[in-house]
């Protein structure tokens, strides 16, 4: 078949997709996310002959007409030899030998090295589509990998993109999630910094929590930088907290996370690479796993925890990373504040002035910071905290951030008053006098991101009474920010109608 290449206005990312009519598909015999071979019929280039791209269906006939084959801009940019009213031989194509690989992994069997590398390279080639990749994500997920897959997986998604070399002894903290309020790697940071260890920390954005570390830096200092550009910032500063986005590093690892994301799936499988795959791109030796465990996270209980941190130390070792792994408690957020903006403020007033707590920020980042101090020979065995401690106490770490904040193109004055807030507001109020017995991180993560998080950065929550605190009837508990007003009347809707995420209840469980 014979088509007219007609440019269309979107990027398909690398995806690789065109559109045809759904007359000539019915002509070809193809279905949606089927395999098409490409060609420039006036090309005389051997490597030029074709090409592979995944089908996509126009129903409507309002994108390409019958004759035409619609390419993404993006696209017609990469395939130079193709350009528009240009004319195509257009043919089915079969599936590459990775789409058998999947099928065994379907099957349950065992990949090897070799098989996993090929089905990494046609993801980032393209070569398989949204639906290969998502038959791989549910057979990993139903039925696991072991050791040797996840280790070639590892190295596999490792190789796919750029990997950088900031030194011999490079230190970083990541954790497995489920927690609000998690802002501990903007304290971790400068205090293993003001330590004289290298630390630099990339993160993702927000995924399914109400903000990431990524999202709250960038409330303080732009975070998207190029190689040459985050080289320089961690040569000065031996630090940085950055967006990991913006740099070419484990494009395969983004390609499967984007699939997982609609499927609500992460299985350990690929959890596990994942992690390890970003730190192996920005040259990590050392690393401490926080690993959250309770309701709500990956790991609803501490045995659940350890079993997946032995494993997790294993894969590290064999890829050439020492880690070690904290199993923390994750029954209500850390700190008070959950929204990128709010994070940034309580995070910088921590900075500022110690003795503004609160106290579990304090504990779980100077736990942390510890074991990495301890790591880097900076500190004993079980002497880590303390200084940790000391240097949040003495105002080290927060002239490290400082400095760091302005390496990174931010304004190093900036204080907590200067970060705005959602204008729309609404406060909560204690129903009646008690003890709050249990705080509902499922319902906070609910409320703060129909308030408008992590998009709107000046939303988020307060969270001004916790678990353990005796309250009385009238007392404000809790606080929702949002940009929109609408956002804030669904917000306040969803507290209403759960009761909200503050338990009361007095100190008898039950009389019998």
């Known amino acids: 078949m014979k088509l007219k290449v007609k440019a269309i206005n979107y990027e ?15 002509e070809l015999g193809q279905k949606a996310g089927e395999r098409i071979r490409i060609k420039n019929i006036k090309s005389k280039s051997i490597e030029d002959r074709y090409w592979v791209a995944i089908l996509e269906i126009d129903h409507s006939n309002n994108i390409v007409n019958s004759g035409e084959i619609g390419f993404p801009l993006d696209l017609l940019e990469e395939k130079r030899d193709i350009k528009e009213d240009m004319t195509v031989s257009v043919k089915p194509a079969d599936p590459p030998d990775s ?8 099957k349950a069997e065992k990949l090897n090295s070799e098989e996993i590398n090929s089905i990494i390279r046609d993801a980032v080639s393209g070569s398989l589509s949204r639906i290969d990749l998502a038959a791989f994500i549910t057979a990993v997920s139903i039925n696991g990998m072991d050791g040797d897959e996840m280790t070639a997986l590892t190295l596999a998604e490792a190789r796919s993109g750029d990997i950088f070399n900031f030194g011999e002894n490079v230190f970083d903290k990541h954790s497995t999630g489920g927690v609000p309020g998690n802002k501990v790697s903007l304290i971790i940071v400068p205090i293993v910094a003001a330590a004289g260890l290298t630390i630099p920390k990339s993160s993702t954005r927000a ?43 484990a494009p395969a690892d983004n390609i499967l996370i984007e699939i997982e994301r609609p499927l609500h799936m992460d299985p350990v499988g690929l959890m596990i690479p994942s ?52 199993l923390t408690l994750a029954h209500q957020p850390i700190g008070h504040a959950v929204g990128p903006a709010i994070e940034a403020i309580e995070a910088l007033n921590l900075l500022m002035d110690y003795s503004k ?56 004055n900036i204080k907590p008053e200067d970060i705005e807030l959602g204008p729309y507001e609404k406060e909560f109020f204690a129903v009646k006098s008690g003890h709050i017995t249990e705080v509902n991180n499922k319902i906070i ?13 000046r939303s988020g929550v307060m969270i001004i009474k916790k678990q353990g605190a005796r309250i009385k009837e009238g007392e404000l508990v809790f606080k929702i920010y949002s940009d929109s007003k609408s956002k804030l009347n669904r917000a306040e809707k969803i507290y209403n109608s759960t009761g909200g995420p503050i338990v009361l209840g007095g100190m008898m469980i039950e009389r019998i």
């Open 12 to 26: 398909s990312g690398n995806k690789k997709e065109v559109i045809l009519n759904i007359k000539d598909t019915l």
């Open 99 to 106: 789409f058998r690989f999947i099928q065994k992994k379907i």
């Open 207 to 249: 995924i399914t929590s109400p903000s990431g570390t990524a999202d709250s830096m960038e409330v303080l200092a732009p975070v998207a930088f190029e190689y040459e550009e985050l080289r320089s910032i961690v040569s000065k500063e031996n630090a940085c907290i950055i967006w990991g986005g913006a740099l070419n590093t």
């Open 275 to 326: 992690i390890l795959t970003k730190k192996l791109s920005l040259g990590v030796k050392r690393l401490v796993l926080d690993v959250p465990c309770g309701l709500g996270t990956k790991f609803p209980t501490a045995d659940n925890g350890k079993e997946f941190a032995y494993i997790f130390k294993e894969i590290a070792k064999n890829v050439g990373i020492q880690a070690e792994c904290a």
């Open 357 to 412: 707590g609160p106290n579990s920020l304090i504990e779980k980042s100077t736990d942390l910071a510890g074991i990495l101090l301890e790591m880097g020979g900076k500190a004993q065995r079980g002497k880590g905290q303390m200084l940790a401690k000391e240097l949040l106490r003495t105002g080290k770490a927060y002239e490290k951030m400082r400095k760091i904040i302005e390496a990174q193109g931010g304004d190093p």
């Open 445 to 457: 993560n609910l409320i703060a991101k129909t308030a408008g998080c992590p998009h709107s950065k």
